[in-house]
């Protein structure tokens, strides 16, 4: 990458942000927290590796950052790559001009709590660096490879051709970065079949041929798919018929508790976060090791399911906070699919160190990896991507019409 590119990603309180250039050891990072409120501040890891910790009481998203860039315009970013969670049918990343911005607003009511957000990051950037190129990477375009087969649902037609209703899929950028770095490492660079495993907070699965999304858990929403730290991941849809009849629940009520008092901190009782879930099982909580397993076995049966996508599968990648740093989550979940010939390397699986990328399988079935993800990389590859395709555009316009004059 010969240039730095400035990767923002505006949730409804808070905008990660990441300067990324050549070298990842150079990447400058941090997080605005607790926006609007006294407590406002940036954490984050500035040039050299220095830690940042920066109190800015009631900032907003634009004076947020106002500050945030201030602090890195002398590294002159050449471009500014916005994360936008949905895209609609929007296929790749795009320069942000009014009609790409009317068309995530048309996508709203798809990502009520993400889009919003996002706008609000874009406009206020838009406003501050009106001279930069500025691109949205969508979670959703990976997927949009997926073949109606995959993508539709089983629900009268007109709710898909006249409202959109279908599955989306999300995490996108990460299976795309994932599966490309994982099938480099493993010496076929964007060929065969794989399964990738992004869990983290929120979960997904997805199944890729050939470099290209055929199949993924989430669907409409975020909400479809494998057990998350608060949200369900599939329930029989007439959970909300059965609540609203029985418990005189609405819809809200509803949609809150699937989406942020289910998946492991539901079944726990405890905690949406791993960690004090292992710890707590190790100390004999049965609400904990319960959910634990759950998530095991509905992500392994999700990774089986979507097998049905590839014509062979040549391995598996696991990603994200718990794929990542968790041997004990991997070797839970392949434990349920040994009719998939996967056969893990118990010795590879512990030794891998935090953050570091390897293969963990024990050399015979489909193979195995480990493969950190790199989202704000990603996003910025493509809007990278996107500015150099603009400016060739634009030197092959000028010469043809230095050729005509
Ligand atoms: P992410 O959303 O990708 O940042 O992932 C957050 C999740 O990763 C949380 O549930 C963490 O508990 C989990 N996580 C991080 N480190 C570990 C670890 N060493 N073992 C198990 N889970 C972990």
Same mark, same amino acid.
């Given at each position: 990458?010969?240039?730095?590119?400035?990767?923002?990603?505006?949730?409804? =309180?808070? @905008?990660?942000?990441?300067?990324?250039?050549?070298?990842?050891?150079?990447?400058?990072?941090?997080?605005?927290?607790? $926006?609007?409120? &006294?407590?406002?501040? +940036?954490?984050?890891?500035?040039?050299?590796?220095? !830690?940042?910790?920066?109190?800015?009481?009631?900032?907003?998203?634009?004076?947020?950052? /106002?500050?945030? $860039?201030?602090?890195?315009?002398?590294?002159?970013?050449?471009? @500014?790559?916005?994360?936008?969670?949905?895209?609609?049918?929007?296929?790749?990343?795009?320069?942000?001009? &009014?009609? +790409?911005?009317?068309?995530?607003? !048309?996508?709203?009511?798809?990502?009520?709590?993400?889009? &919003?957000?996002?706008?609000?990051?874009?406009?206020?950037?838009?406003?501050?660096?009106?001279?930069?190129?500025?691109?949205?990477?969508?979670?959703?375009?990976?997927?949009?490879?997926?073949?109606?087969?995959?993508?539709? *649902?089983?629900?009268?037609?007109?709710?898909?051709?006249?409202?959109?209703?279908?599955? *989306?899929?999300?995490?996108?950028?990460?299976?795309?970065?994932?599966? !490309?770095?994982?099938?480099?490492?493993?010496?076929?660079?964007? #060929?065969?079949?794989?399964?990738?495993?992004?869990?983290?907070?929120?979960?997904?699965?997805?199944?890729?041929?050939?470099?290209?999304?055929?199949?993924?858990?989430?669907?409409?929403?975020?909400? %479809?798919?494998?057990?998350?730290?608060?949200?369900?991941?599939?329930?029989?849809?007439? +959970?909300?018929?059965?609540?609203?009849?029985?418990?005189?629940?609405?819809?809200?009520? @509803?949609?809150?508790?699937?989406?942020? #008092? =289910?998946?492991?901190?539901?079944?726990?009782?405890? =905690?949406?976060?791993?960690?004090?879930?292992?710890?707590?099982?190790? %100390?004999?909580?049965?609400?904990?090791?319960?959910?634990?397993?759950?998530?095991?076995?509905? $992500?392994?049966?999700?990774?089986?399911?979507?097998?049905?996508?590839?014509?062979?599968?040549?391995?598996?990648?696991?990603?994200?906070?718990?794929?990542?740093?968790?041997?004990? @989550?991997?070797?839970?979940?392949?434990?349920?699919?040994?009719?998939?010939?996967?056969?893990?390397?118990?010795?590879?699986?512990?030794?891998?160190?935090?953050?570091? !990328?390897?293969?963990?399988?024990?050399?015979?079935? &489909?193979?195995?990896?480990?493969?950190?993800?790199?989202?704000?990389?990603?996003?910025?590859? %493509?809007?990278?991507?996107?500015?150099?395709?603009?400016?060739?555009?634009?030197?092959?316009?000028? /010469?043809? %019409?230095? /050729?005509?004059?």
């Amino acid at each position: 990458m010969s240039t730095s590119v400035l990767v923002i990603n505006c949730g409804s =309180s808070s @905008i990660k942000y990441a300067l990324v250039s050549e070298r990842r050891e150079d990447r400058i990072f941090g997080l605005a927290e607790n $926006l609007g409120s &006294p407590e406002a501040r +940036i954490k984050g890891i500035t040039t050299g590796g220095q !830690e940042l910790e920066l109190s800015i009481p009631n900032a907003d998203h634009e004076k947020a950052l /106002e500050t945030i $860039l201030e602090r890195l315009s002398h590294h002159n970013p050449q471009a @500014i790559g916005h994360r936008v969670v949905h895209g609609g049918t929007l296929t790749k990343a795009e320069l942000l001009t &009014p009609e +790409i911005i009317e068309r995530i607003r !048309e996508a709203t009511p798809l990502a009520p709590l993400h889009n &919003p957000a996002h706008l609000v990051g874009i406009d206020a950037t838009m406003r501050l660096f009106p001279h930069l190129p500025q691109i949205a990477v969508f979670d959703t375009a990976f997927h949009q490879t997926m073949p109606s087969h995959a993508y539709r *649902y089983a629900l009268p037609k007109f709710l898909y051709t006249m409202h959109n209703v279908r599955r *989306y899929g999300f995490h996108g950028t990460s299976h795309a970065y994932v599966s !490309e770095r994982g099938s480099q490492l493993a010496g076929s660079f964007k #060929q065969g079949g794989w399964l990738t495993a992004h869990l983290g907070n929120g979960s997904s699965t997805c199944a890729i041929w050939n470099g290209q999304s055929v199949d993924t858990s989430m669907g409409l929403t975020p909400l %479809e798919g494998v057990v998350m730290g608060t949200r369900s991941g599939d329930v029989d849809p007439s +959970i909300h018929s059965f609540l609203a009849s029985n418990l005189g629940w609405d819809i809200y009520k @509803i949609d809150k508790m699937l989406n942020s #008092q =289910s998946g492991l901190l539901g079944l726990s009782d405890l =905690s949406n976060d791993m960690r004090t879930l292992i710890e707590a099982a190790d %100390e004999g909580n049965e609400d904990a090791a319960l959910a634990i397993e759950v998530f095991c076995y509905r $992500l392994a049966k999700s990774l089986a399911a979507l097998s049905c996508g590839l014509p062979r599968i040549d391995g598996l990648f696991f990603t994200g906070g718990i794929g990542e740093n968790s041997a004990l @989550i991997r070797e839970k979940t392949l434990a349920y699919l040994p009719h998939f010939g996967f056969n893990l390397s118990k010795e590879n699986n512990n030794a891998l160190k935090r953050g570091t !990328e390897g293969r963990i399988d024990a050399g015979t079935g &489909p193979q195995i990896w480990v493969v950190p993800t790199d989202e704000e990389g990603r996003i910025a590859k %493509e809007t990278e991507h996107v500015v150099a395709t603009l400016e060739h555009a634009t030197t092959k316009k000028s /010469e043809a %019409e230095t /050729e005509v004059a």
